[in-house]
Nanobody
Framework: QVQLVESGGDSVQAGGSLRLSCEYS????????MAWFRQAPGKAREAVAS????????TYADSMKDRFNISLHSASRTLYLQMNDLKPEDTARYYC?????????????????????WGQGTQVTVSS
């Protein structure tokens, strides 16, 4: 079991920046993936980005890569999401997730069903 706790959500003006954090309870084995997703009211959960350990790389959803940056700091067991130039359409609850399986295929790294462990989320609200 991996416990995940997100923080850093806030209410900001459009054009602002936020850094979300996700602390996880145990070391992530090499080859596992972690990811950020978001869900706005009345909408499906959508992927933001994933990062896989063991040199397996970072994957961004196409619409996220220009303004968002995912990173992992293993020593502090923290996953980050740096969000810049925020827009009202970025308003959502942001969740971090961790896989239980290793060597996740590239084509499945942005699918919610790939991830077994989820945090409770942190709310981001962007006003115009």
């Amino acid at each position: 079991q991996v416990q995940l706790v997100e923080s850093g959500g806030d209410s900001v003006q459009a054009g602002g920046s936020l850094r979300l954090s996700c602390e996880y309870s145990k070391n992530i084995n090499s080859g596992r993936c972690m990811a950020w997703f978001r869900q706005a009211p009345g909408k499906a959960r959508e992927a933001v980005a994933s990062i896989c350990t063991g040199g397996l790389g970072i994957t961004y959803a196409d619409s996220m890569k220009d303004r968002f940056n995912i990173s992992l700091h293993s020593a502090s067991r923290t996953l980050y999401l740096q969000m810049n130039d925020l827009k009202p359409e970025d308003t959502a609850r942001y969740y971090c997730a961790a896989s239980s399986q290793l060597a996740i295929a590239l084509t499945t790294r942005l699918r919610p069903e790939t991830y077994a462990y989820w945090g409770q989320g942190t709310q981001v609200t962007v006003s115009s």
